[in-house]
């Protein structure tokens, strides 16, 4: 199940949908497409996303055909990610401008009951309904795109230690419980030195 089929599973009304119907695609011109989400859309995206927003988001290209059957799709995908560093919880802008490509090609059904392993898989692939959404094709790609851990530049965690209750940090310096037994070891397998 590819991520915008998740998507679409878990919710079937998506964030951002823009449904484009494969039957009105020609296969000899090039379809141009470039969608723009609401400020309502970008809220719900942002809120699915866990970021705190998401601004100037466009996503733009064709759609030609692909091989007998199939779809091409390129695009750009840019927006504005807003998120908290995940050390000093200050805000973050991080900008994205990807390039997206999906062939959309019609594929066999896999029987339910059956699992298929491919290491050639190609991430690119999609399979070919009656419509194509933009809009998922894009969450996709931007969601996949998000740092997942966003830092100020130069922010560290501190050093932590950790030790049970009620007992002190171990010291790099302090003498360890095991440290010996090597030596020992090699004491009782060499017992003529």
């Known amino acids: 199940m590819t991520m915008a089929e998740t998507i679409k599973t878990q919710n079937p009304t998506p964030e951002f949908s823009r449904i484009l119907k494969v039957s009105s695609l020609n296969s000899t011109v090039d379809y141009e497409f470039e969608e723009i989400p609401s400020e309502g859309e970008t809220t719900e995206m942002a809120a699915l996303f866990d970021v705190v927003s998401i601004r100037k988001m466009r996503f733009t290209g064709t759609i030609s055909p692909f091989e007998d059957e199939g779809w091409l799709l390129e695009g750009i995908l840019g927006a504005t990610i807003s998120q908290n560093c995940v050390v000093t919880l200050v805000r973050i802008r991080t900008r994205l401008d ?26 690119e692939l999609e399979p070919l309904g009656r419509e194509i959404d933009l809009g998922l094709v894009a969450m996709e790609a931007l969601v996949l795109a998000i740092p997942e851990y966003p830092r100020v530049e130069g922010a560290e965690l501190p050093e932590s230690r950790f030790s049970p209750p009620d007992a002190s940090d171990i010291e790099e310096d302090t003498p360890k419980a095991f440290a010996g037994l090597a030596t020992l070891k090699e004491k009782l397998s060499n017992p003529d030195e």
């Open 98 to 123: 990807l390039n997206v490509r999906r062939i959309f090609t019609p594929m066999a059904e896999p029987d339910k009951n059956e699992i298929t392993l491919d290491a050639t898989h190609n991430d």
